[in-house]
């Protein structure tokens, strides 16, 4: 153990300040400069202005469930069923809002409103039963997500019958889908004030330090006070409305509600937030480093789009890059540590 230690120990000049960065910063910068100059040797376009605008609009949706994934990872845990709530919140909210449209079709931003809230509830409802399994019965969140991932995914192609569901107002995809605004399209400015909000209840308020409490030490945060089972069940129901909110801008842009979209933000989520340097263990990781993560991995899939590698391929990708990520973060600790000797 003392020479692991003494090896881990810093030796002064650029391999130290290296690691001193590497330790500050985590392993996200320096994946972004590798990305950066990979896939602008590979394409031209690739840090063209509309590109790069192309690449912000295809991460929104991923940036807005990360941050609800991150709040999970705070605590300790990770939510599986993101994919599903985003799955669901979409079906359920197309076919609220094209039942309202078509008993009133003069009223077109009253059916928008009823089906974005059937959409954001159900997906809260995913998010309720999550929290009561983890936070009052003691269910690891790895097997509650999981089971109701089933359950949500079932439910939604029971509802449908694995058929898109059509019928509603055109403006919502209009404005929620294709809508811009001073050239930067609606689900940005979505995502920009969701960002904002959870920014200023994390670091502005005494409950938005018990996420990390709970997390650094959940017997130690109950003992200080915290009340650590709320705390938990909240964790689950914020990061269902955030897929949720996701599901519906994902049902906007694609103008259809669909039961097979998000199978693939489990695993984005957590690898956006994991190179971003939230810790898998809890009780570390910031805001900011989640959203420039989810846009790490919406360039890494555009580069590979334009690079015309196969989607199959890009799974390989982005699983080692998460894989990749969890060991940086297991050195990052052991450097931590030898920086404190």
Known sequence: MAKDTAAARPRGGAGDAAKRLFVKLG??????????????????????????????????????????????????????????IVALSSVVGAMAMAASFAAAPDAVWLAIAVGCFAGIAAGVAIGVVNGIGVAFFNVSPFMMSLGMASVGFGIALYLTGGVPVYG??????????????????????????????????????????????????????????????GTLFFTYVLCAFFA???????????????ANIGASMPLESIAACVIAG????????????????????????????????????????????????????????????????
């Not at 994934?69 to 845990?77: E, I």
């Not at 001073?182 to 005494?206: E, H, K, N, S, W």
């Not at 949720?244 to 669909?258: I, K, P, S, Y």
């Open 27 to 84: 392993i996200l910068p320096f994946l972004l400069v590798i990305a950066v100059v990979v896939f602008t040797l590979m394409s031209d376009n690739f840090l063209t202005p509309r590109n790069l605008m192309n690449v912000l609009r295809q991460s929104v949706y991923l940036m807005i469930v990360s941050l609800g994934q991150m709040m999970a990872l705070l605590t300790g845990g990770f939510d599986l069923s993101v994919g599903t």
């Open 168 to 229: 509603m107002p055109q403006a919502f995809g209009d404005v929620l889908g294709f809508g811009m605004l001073f050239g930067i399209p609606a689900p940005v400015y979505v995502a920009a004030l969701l960002a904002v909000a959870l920014y200023a209840f994390l670091y502005r308020t005494p409950q938005g330090r018990y996420f990390y409490a709970v997390g650094g030490n959940l017997k130690a945060a109950a003992l200080s006070g915290i009340n650590a089972t």
């Open 244 to 258: 949720a909110v996701a599901g519906m801008l994902l049902t906007a842009r694609l103008d259809t509600g669909e």
């Open 278 to 341: 939230v810790s898998l263990r809890g009780g570390v990781g910031r805001l900011e480093n989640v959203v420039l993560g989810a846009l790490f991995i919406g360039l890494v899939q555009n580069g590979m789009n334009l690079a015309r590698i196969e989607s199959y391929l890009q799974t390989v990708v982005l699983g080692t890059l998460l894989i990749l990520a969890v060991i940086a973060d297991q050195i990052r600790l052991r450097y931590v540590a030898s920086l404190k000797d």
